[in-house]
Nanobody, 121 residues
Framework: QVQLVESGGGLVQAGGSLRLSCVVSGSIFSIAAMGWYRQAPGKQRELVANITRGGSTNYADSVKGRFTISRDNAKNTVYLQMNSLKPEDTAAYYC???????????????WGQGTLVTVSS
């Protein structure tokens, strides 16, 4: 059974920083892409950043230049370093991973439970 467990959320003042972590555990072959999504109250869940196994990254325009996504493949962990936080960044942040679950490279998408980030003005 596979689990994704996020940590690092909390309350921070505008301009501050947080680092989110997501650890994948369980029986898997490997992990393809990983990413972070967020959902604010009354809004649709949106992509924040994602990263391939080889290290290629994509960012939402709203966080580009402030957030950095990275991963440690040996630890099955993805990170999101968030700097210069704004009140508009307040949301539940969810870790996502595309798991390789077969020798034919079939993928299964798995989500974490989420961690809350609150940025005060």
């Amino acid at each position: 059974q596979v689990q994704l467990v996020e940590s690092g959320g909390g309350l921070v003042q505008a301009g501050g920083s947080l680092r989110l972590s997501c650890v994948v555990s369980g029986s898997i072959f490997s992990i393809a892409a990983m990413g972070w999504y967020r959902q604010a109250p009354g809004k649709q869940r949106e992509l924040v950043a994602n990263i391939t196994r080889g290290g290629s990254t994509n960012y939402a325009d709203s966080v580009k230049g402030r957030f950095t996504i990275s991963r440690d493949n040996a630890k099955n962990t993805v990170y999101l370093q968030m700097n210069s936080l704004k009140p508009e960044d307040t949301a539940a942040y969810y870790c996502n991973a595309d798991l390789v679950v077969s020798i034919s490279y079939r993928l299964r998408e798995v989500w974490g439970q989420g961690t809350l980030v609150t940025v005060s003005s």
